[in-house]
């Protein structure tokens, strides 16, 4: 199983290594274990991208989860323009309905779980993800060995090596 995801993060990357060149800028959303705070010292100081801390100035965002939750982190942190986000016409109410105050929205709703959740999440995988268009431009399966300081930093300096390597076949 682990050569198999190996295998699809190497062709995902070489996949999409055009686009891997023209990220400049990256935002690192909180990952586990803290592993987003050795990467973006790696990152940093190996200059290979410039570490934004305003989400709104990044051309891509590292991330170690994709799903509905990272959906809506993104929504969050870069909103869909008004003009390209789909316009749904609401369905006409007839005299007859009635609308029961228990079937309506709650005054106080709870943000959704998904949004939070670590469920589903891969351990060891690392994605970049552009901004605008929302597709992964480069991934990585790279497993911790432990939570320890020094297993996150080896980790973080394979990932950010491997940036690198995939950065000069350009």
């Known amino acids: 199983m682990k050569r198999l995801a190996f295998l699809f993060s190497c062709s995902a990357a070489l996949a999409c290594a055009a686009d891997l060149s ?3 800028n990256v935002y690192l959303l909180k990952m586990t274990k803290g592993l987003d705070q050795y990467l973006a010292n790696r990152l940093t100081g190996d200059h290979v991208f410039q570490v ?3 989400p709104k100035l990044a051309d891509a965002v ?14 969050e942190l870069f909103p869909t323009p008004e003009s390209d986000k789909p316009t749904l016409k609401p369905k006409p109410k007839s005299e007859d309905e009635e ?5 309506t929205d709650t005054v106080n709703k709870l943000q959704n ?4 959740s670590s469920f589903g999440r891969a351990r060891g995988t690392v994605f970049l993800v552009d901004a605008k268009t929302r597709q992964v431009v480069w991934s990585i ?10 297993s ?4 973080a300096k394979d990932i950010v090596s491997r ?7 350009k």
């Open 62 to 75: 590292f991330t170690d989860q994709i799903g509905e939750g990272f959906q809506m982190k993104l929504e």
């Open 22 to 24: 023209s990220v400049h």
């Open 99 to 103: 609308t029961s105050p228990l079937l």
């Open 163 to 169: 940036v690198k390597q995939d950065l000069k076949k």
């Open 152 to 155: 996150l930093d080896r980790t």
């Open 52 to 54: 934004v801390t305003d």
């Open 113 to 116: 779980p998904a949004s939070n």
């Open 141 to 150: 399966f790279e497993p911790a060995k432990d939570a320890s300081s020094q």
